[in-house]
C-alpha cells in the first residue's frame, strides 16, 4: 500500500507513534510518505521504503500568523496524486485533519480517503477550545475513518463532539518490545555511563532511580512530582531524573532548589533514545492531571519499570493498578508519595511489580497493534 502519513515532527506522543507506525508500515513493505514541516524524531536512522516531503510556509509580511494549514493542504494534494496514495493517515487532529479535508476537496474525493488518530490533547485541551471546537468537530466527522488512541479518548470525543461512538475505532497506541527492554549489562555499569553522560557523579551504587519523561507541560503536573519526590527521598535513597523539554522546566528548577533538593534530581534535556534512563529507573511515574494513554508510560512497563501514574484519562488501560504500579489522584501528594515508598522499599513487590509491568507491555506490542491499523486501512478502502 502507498500510505502518507502526516504529523508533528517534534517530540512528544502522538509524533513518536506516527513515526514508529511509519517505521513499522515500511518493514512490512508497505510505502510510507511522511509530510510535515520537520522530519519526524525517531526517524532518522530509517529510510527504506520511507520518503519524507517537506511542508514549506511562505512568509509574507503581511502574514503575523502563516497560513500552515494550507500549505500543508497543498503538499498533501500533490502528494497524493504524484506517489499516487493509496490512504492519507493524519495524527492529531488540529490541523492536520482539517488540512487532510482540504487536500482532498482539491484532489477529488474519489482520490484519496483519509484516516485521522486522535491523540489526547487535540481533543482534551486544544479541539474543544472555543476557537477551534466547530471546525475540529467538521474534520473528525468528514474524515473517512477516526482512531483514538483509548476508550477513555473515543468517549470523551463523543461526548464533547456528539459524535456517535461507532464511528470510531479504539487501535491502542503499541511499542517494540524488542527495543524497549532490559539490557543484559549490568545496572551498575549502566548508572556509570549516566554518570558519564551527566559529567558528575550523580547516581550512587545503591541509589534507587524514579524517572520522569515528559513535554514538562502544566497536564504533566510536574511540581507535584517533586513535591511527592520530597517525601520520597526522606524515606529511601533515591534519585529523580527528568528527561524533556517543555514551559515547566524553570519552575521545576526553582522549587527544586527552594527544596534544597537540587542535588539528589537531573535534567538530561530532551532525548531520542529513552532507554538508557529507563534501564536504570526502579520507578516511573506519570502522575498527570490526564494522559489519554500515556505512551511513556507503556516504554516503561516494557522496560519492565513499574509506574506510579494518574487515575484520570486513559492510563487505566494501559497500567493495571496493584498489579504493575498504582495509579492515583494526581493532586494526592500522599498517596503519590506513599505510592512510590511502597514500591521502592519492599523488593519483592517492586520485582513482582516489574515482571508484572513487562508482562503488560507485551499485550501492546507493535506485532499486535500494527495489523489493526492495516485492518482498518482496508476497511475504510472497502477493500475488506
Ligand atoms: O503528552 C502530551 O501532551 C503530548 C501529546 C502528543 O500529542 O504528542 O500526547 C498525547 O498523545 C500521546 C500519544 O498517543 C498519548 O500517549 C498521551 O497520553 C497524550 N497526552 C495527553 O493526553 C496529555
Known amino acids: 500500500m502507498k500510505i502518507g502519513i502526516n504529523c508533528y515532527p517534534t517530540f512528544g ?3 513518536a507513534v506516527a513515526a514508529e507506525l511509519g517505521i513499522e508500515l515500511a518493514r512490512l513493505g508497505h510505502c510510507v510518505h511522511f509530510i510535515s514541516y520537520g522530519l519526524p524524531f525517531r526517524l532518522s536512522d530509517y529510510s527504506k ?63 484519496i480517503k483519509f484516516i485521522t488518530t486522535l491523540h489526547g490533547t487535540d ?19 468528514n474524515s473517512n475513518g477516526v482512531t483514538c488512541v483509548s476508550n477513555f479518548l473515543k468517549k470523551s470525543t ?7 461512538e461507532d464511528r470510531m475505532r479504539v487501535i491502542y497506541n503499541f511499542v517494540d518490545t524488542d527495543k524497549y527492554k532490559k539490557t ?9 555511563k549516566m554518570n558519564e553522560f551527566l559529567g558528575k557523579r550523580f547516581l550512587g551504587k545503591d541509589d534507587l532511580v524514579i524517572s520522569h ?8 503536573k510536574i511540581q507535584n512530582i517533586i513535591k511527592a519526590f520530597c517525601k520520597i527521598s526522606q524515606n529511601v535513597s ?4 527528568f528527561v524533556g523539554d517543555g514551559p515547566d522546566v524553570s519552575l521545576a528548577k526553582m522549587m527544586l532548589e527552594k527544596l534544597k533538593l537540587s542535588d539528589k534530581v537531573c535534567f538530561t534535556g530532551l532525548q531520542e533514545d529513552i532507554v538508557p534512563v529507563l534501564n536504570i529507573s526502579d520507578l516511573y511515574m506519570l502522575p498527570s492531571k490526564n494522559e489519554s494513554f500515556g505512551l511513556s508510560a507503556l516504554e516503561a512497563l516494557s522496560c519492565s519499570v513499574p509506574v506510579v501514574g494518574t487515575k484520570n484519562g486513559g492510563l487505566p488501560e494501559v497500567v493495571s493498578d496493584g498489579e504493575c504500579g498504582f495509579l492515583v489522584d494526581p493532586d494526592n501528594i500522599e498517596a503519590i508519595s506513599d505510592a512510590a515508598i511502597k514500591i521502592l ?18 499485550l501492546f506490542d507493535r506485532e499486535k497493534i500494527i495489523p489493526q491499523y492495516l485492518n482498518y486501512y482496508n476497511e475504510v478502502l472497502n477493500y475488506v
Open 13 to 15: 506522543g502522538s509524533g
Open 123 to 141: 481533543i482534551t485541551f486544544v479541539g474543544n477550545h472555543h476557537s477551534f471546537y466547530k471546525i475540529t468537530k467538521f474534520s473528525i466527522e
Open 49 to 111: 521504503n520511507i520518503s519524507f516531503h517537506e511542508v514549506e510556509v511562505m512568509s509574507y509580511p503581511l502574514f503575523r500568523y502563516p497560513p500552515y494549514t494550507l500549505s500543508l493542504s497543498v503538499k498533501m494534494s500533490e502528494v497524493i496524486e504524484s506517489e499516487k496514495l493509496d490512504i492519507l493517515h493524519v495524527h492529531y487532529a488540529m490541523p492536520h485533519a482539517t488540512s487532510a479535508y482540504l487536500a482532498q476537496q482539491i484532489v477529488g474525493q474519489d482520490k
Open 158 to 164: 463523543a461526548e464533547t463532539f456528539s459524535i456517535k
Open 345 to 362: 522499599s519492599d523488593s519483592k513487590l517492586k520485582s513482582n511489580m516489574s515482571e508484572a509491568a513487562r508482562e503488560r507491555a507485551l
Open 184 to 192: 543484559h549489562e549490568s545496572i551498575d555499569r549502566e548508572k556509570e
Open 238 to 241: 533515591a534519585r529523580l531524573i
Open 213 to 220: 519523561i515528559s513535554n514538562f507541560r502544566p497536564v504533566k
